[in-house]
T-cell receptor
Framework: GAGVSQSPSNKVTEKGKDVELRCDPI?????LYWYRQSLGQGLEFLIY????????KSGLPSDRFSAERTGGSVSTLTIQRTQQEDSAVYLC?????????????FGDGTRLSIL | DAKTTQPPSMDCAEGRAANLPCNHS???????VYWYRQIHSQGPQYIIH???NNETNEMASLIITEDRKSSTLILPHATLRDTAVYYC???????????FGTGTSLTVIP
């Protein structure tokens, strides 16, 4: 079946521009997560959505980062006024039902490069 | 979430079983053990998870010791495509994220 889909797969933009990254979770998954992974590093948690509950934004690094999830499905991560340190692979994951012990399934990420 | 310890790298001959160890001595009773792998330029791929019983699926087997302080992921017949970084994660029902450490870089040798 279809996995988590992310677009674009690659994005190159100039410093100071805004970018939007999209995530289509697996159908029926109510939980959605955003992470980022810098070169050679582990995953850094950004934000978590569960159903209609208020999102857990505790991992967002600054107020330039925001995310929304419309209709409980597709999510968009927006980075405003991009900086070079924002360059990373942004990964989206989704999981089934409300149980936090359910495994997360990841997309292949968006590789963001800020010039 | 409990901390995990994995060897930084391992080699395995193609066709042989790959046994990847993980120590999680501070695991608590409600925490599960998860295994993921990440192949270069791809997102992490879920492999298997378990609580205390051994688990097997089409990809791998997970052996958890009786005291749950360690586990082993077994790839029964390693192929070149199994070359990846393998992450052992321990997670309970608190918190909203997985903590990926540095993992084990497995190289399958022809």
């Amino acid at each position: 079946g279809a996995g988590v889909s992310q677009s674009p797969s690659n994005k190159v933009t100039e410093k100071g521009k805004d970018v939007e990254l999209r995530c289509d979770p697996i159908s029926g998954h109510t939980a959605l997560y955003w992470y980022r992974q810098s070169l050679g590093q582990g995953l850094e948690f950004l934000i978590y959505f569960q159903g209609n509950s208020a999102p857990d934004k505790s991992g967002l690094p600054s107020d330039r980062f925001s995310a929304e999830r419309t209709g409980g499905s597709v999510s968009t991560l927006t980075i405003q006024r991009t900086q070079q340190e924002d360059s990373a692979v942004y990964l989206c994951a989704s999981s089934f039902r409300r149980g936090r012990v359910e495994p997360q399934h990841f997309g292949d990420g968006t590789r963001l490069s800020i010039l | 979430d409990a901390k995990t310890t994995q060897p930084p790298s391992m080699d395995c001959a193609e066709g042989r079983a790959a046994n990847l160890p993980c120590n999680h001595s501070t695991i608590s009773g409600n925490e599960y053990v998860y295994w993921y792998r990440q192949i270069h330029s791809q997102g992490p791929q879920y492999i298997i998870h378990g609580l205390k019983n051994n688990e097997t699926n089409e990809m791998a087997s997970l052996i958890i010791t009786e005291d749950r302080k360690s586990s082993t992921l077994i790839l029964p017949h390693a192929t070149l495509r199994d070359t990846a970084v393998y992450y052992c994660i321990v997670r309970g029902d608190s918190g909203n994220q997985f903590y990926f450490g540095t993992g084990t870089s497995l190289t399958v040798i022809p």
